[in-house]
């Protein structure tokens, strides 16, 4: 399958730089495959209003780090890293800096320095000389965004830097460990939640943590040939049993974004959700079958990427293509900080 027939134009005006003044004000598209229509909602508030009783509404509870770390050289050249993972004082991060960075320099992100070790498959290793990289982060982090949001963060103001922390993560992130957030969940709020359970919507938290690879574009021209990145996830027996549960008295599992419906999907290889951690490099693409999830809330992707082929998958590349070009003629809000889509 070419990769070329997932791939469209967009206005760069559309892809959004701030979200809105509130999460629930994003725009709201619905999607019915069965009947290949859609609508226009309005607010994201409506998704009250598409929720059944007895519905399952899968969320993940990831939390996203404050993973980059501006900094400098000895020669006081940039140095702006991405920190993927850490373990102690030592992390492997992306490196982004005018010459390719030397084992045994030292850079300083300001009170601290960190010294090169070497270069991994992924990226550079570095070692923070006793100081917890969680630590640092939490003090002197910034937040990870895309790089089609700009930001000089340096140059930006507290509030900015503080909007950005607040509103890139969800309401209801617990566990750190993502350096992307979940967008489908950035727009719900505590009474969108509170509102759907006085319905009888069930709410079950999953975890899966988020990687750079999330919003890389596929390079290659044949779909098939792409390799899909690791992710680290976790569905609790609990979960699982309400899950399972659910699935056996016909009522429907929606996925929260692309990741809750990735760890479904991996957890649910047989039909039944099994629990328990594990990694998962599940590549959705047309022609996959979805064995658990019914529904799925999503923002707007970008061309050729993974993200984009798995919400064709789940409701038809030529449906997907004219609901695409509806949101781009109605300027809907594109990305991340953008506006959102229920596919039921």
Avoid at 194 to 206: G, P
Avoid at 210 to 237: A, C, N, R, W
């Amino acid at each position: 399958m070419d990769i070329s027939a997932f791939d469209y134009e967009l206005d760069p005006n559309l892809i959004a730089q701030e979200p809105p003044c509130s999460r629930e004000e994003s725009r709201l598209l619905v999607v019915n495959r069965s009947q290949q229509t859609w609508q226009h909602a309005g607010s994201f508030s409506k998704i009250t209003e598409f929720l059944q009783p007895g519905d399952v509404l899968v969320i993940n509870n990831t939390k996203v780090l404050y993973a980059r770390l501006i900094g400098h050289r000895k020669t006081g050249g940039k140095v702006d890293a991405l920190v993927l993972h850490s373990e102690k004082d030592h992390c492997i991060a992306l490196i982004q800096t005018t010459r390719i960075p030397q084992t045994d320099e030292c850079f300083y992100f300001e009170p601290y320095t960190a010294t090169v070790i070497g270069r991994t498959n992924e990226g550079w290793e570095l070692d923070f000389h006793g100081k917890p990289v969680l630590e640092i982060l939490a003090e002197i982090g910034f937040p990870p965004l895309p790089p089609y949001i700009k930001r000089k963060y340096k140059a930006e103001s507290s509030s900015k830097i503080q909007q950005d922390k607040e509103r890139y993560q969800t309401v209801y992130a617990q566990i750190p460990g993502s350096v992307a957030a979940p967008t489908a969940g950035l727009h719900f709020t505590k009474a969108i939640l509170d509102t759907l359970r006085t319905q009888q919507v069930e709410i079950i938290e999953v975890t899966l943590h988020v990687g750079t690879g999330t919003f890389l574009p596929i390079k290659v021209k044949e779909i098939e040939q792409h390799q899909m990145h690791h992710e680290l996830y976790e569905v609790s027996d609990q979960a699982a049993l309400q899950i399972n549960q659910a699935m056996a008295e016909h009522r429907r599992i929606i996925a929260t974004g692309t990741t809750s419906c990735r760890t479904l999907e991996a957890a649910g290889q047989t039909g039944q959700i099994i629990p328990g951690k594990g990694q998962t490099n599940l590549f959705i693409y047309p022609g996959y079958t979805y064995k658990i999830v019914q529904g799925l809330i999503t923002n707007f992707h970008l061309p050729k990427s993974t993200l984009l082929l798995l919400v064709s998958a789940f409701a038809g590349t030529e449906l997907i293509r004219q609901v695409y070009a509806e949101a781009i003629q109605k300027k809907y809000r594109f990305y991340s900080y953008g506006d959102a889509m229920l596919i039921q």
